[in-house]
Nanobody
Framework: QVQLVESGGGLVQPGGSLRLSCAASGISFSNYAMGWYRQAPGKQRELVATISGGSTKYVDSVKGRFTISRDNAKNTVYLQMDSLKPEDTAVYYC????????WGQGTQVTVSS
């Protein structure tokens, strides 16, 4: 079965950095686009970044600050988050879309002084 397991969240001060990881199993990882989403309290889940082959896309609010990457040998996708802002506070989810969407359990990112 498909499993996605996120890690790397935590509490960080504004301007700080975190790197999220998502380990995938149960899929031919290199064949699929992967995505990172986030959901802040009281808000809808939003797409943050995607990676498909060598192509990446970002929501405007994180361009220049976040970098998505993948290691197909480790079946892992990463989200490097720099220059973090309080508005980046959210639960971050890893996603892969096969016949339907699969999600990880989420990892909390809190940006606060």
């Amino acid at each position: 079965q498909v499993q996605l397991v996120e890690s790397g969240g935590g509490l960080v001060q504004p301007g700080g950095s975190l790197r999220l990881s998502c380990a995938a199993s149960g899929i031919s990882f290199s064949n699929y686009a992967m995505g990172w989403y986030r959901q802040a309290p009281g808000k809808q889940r939003e797409l943050v970044a995607t990676i498909s082959g060598g192509s990446t896309k970002y929501v405007d609010s994180v361009k220049g600050r976040f970098t998505i990457s993948r290691d197909n040998a480790k079946n892992t996708v990463y989200l490097q988050m720099d220059s973090l802002k309080p508005e980046d506070t959210a639960v971050y989810y890893c996603n892969v879309r096969l016949k339907w969407d699969y999600w990880g359990q989420g990892t909390q990112v809190t940006v606060s002084s």
